[in-house]
């Protein structure tokens, strides 16, 4: 049986201090009849916009598992005094599952993006790990008078595995608002990934990931879309580390360990 990890609230977000290796077997044990779990990643963005959406918050805290997605969590955790596990991106964390899936004949189902880009995503995947059983895919431009139909398609389609390629907050809304009807295992938010996967955008290169700069890479690709808000959330991020940082009263509300 794998205990659940350390859960504390950095700057009032829930956040699991797992390793990578728990999260595969957190996602085996699911996957061979142990209780299901929503795995959702905390970035710098998504920890911002958490603090002033509830419902967002509210998604965050009622998942099984939150873990480390973004590398300026890591840093601030560490500037604050806590040594964090390993940090694995959304992206290599979803290809890791999908290589356990492979092995095991787990179904995975692909629901997120534009149709051609999921159909892309699975057929690569595929690739990738020979003997992935894709039990089915949906893109993630539905309407609300749909998602019933989307949810029976996912819980007929027999998958133990749910990876949600749609931005947040509508993925986390989505897995919370219907999480007992879809019948699988596992579920994961991975926000763009199905777009990198599919080859649609490139990903940053090697050494950029190693050093937590993939942000910046993103930010080349599309900077329309992105300027704004990373310059909104990093610089609200950064305020928090430095408030916290400076007084001890801000110190202890933002890291506020919880157990397990």
């Not at 390793?19 to 959702?40: K, W, Y």
């Amino acid at each position: 049986m794998i205990h659940r990890p350390e859960r504390i609230r950095f700057f009032d977000c829930p956040l699991d201090l797992v390793s990578p290796t728990q999260l595969l077997q957190r996602a085996q044990e699911a996957a061979h009849g142990g209780d299901p779990v929503r795995i959702e990643g905390l970035n710098v963005a998504k920890l911002i916009d958490a603090r002033a959406q509830g419902l967002l918050r509210d998604a965050l805290d009622e998942a099984e598992l939150v873990h480390i997605d973004g590398s300026g969590i890591s840093a601030g955790l560490r500037w604050l005094g806590v040594d964090p596990p390993a940090r694995r991106a959304g992206i290599d964390l979803m290809q890791d599952l999908c290589g356990q899936a492979a092995q095991s004949g787990t179904g995975v189902y692909l629901l997120g993006a534009r149709p051609a880009i999921v159909l892309a995503a699975a057929q690569r995947l595929r690739e990738m790990f020979p003997g992935l059983h894709i039990a089915g895919t949906s893109d993630g431009y539905f309407r609300d008078d749909e998602v019933t139909q989307v949810v029976a398609a996912i819980r007929n389609s027999g998958a133990r595995y749910l990876f949600v390629g749609i931005s947040s907050p509508k993925k986390e809304l989505f897995l919370q608002r219907h999480w007992y009807e879809l019948g699988v295992a596992l579920a994961m938010g991975v926000g763009g990934s199905f777009d990198v996967v599919s080859g649609m955008l490139p990903r940053a290169p090697l050494l950029m990931q190693r050093f937590g700069m993939e942000w910046m890479f993103r930010l080349w690709l599309e900077p329309r879309r992105l300027f704004a808000r990373y310059l909104r959330t990093n610089c609200a991020y950064l305020l928090l580390l430095l408030r916290a940082r400076m007084s001890r009263r801000h110190r202890s509300r933002a890291i506020v360990r919880t157990g397990a």
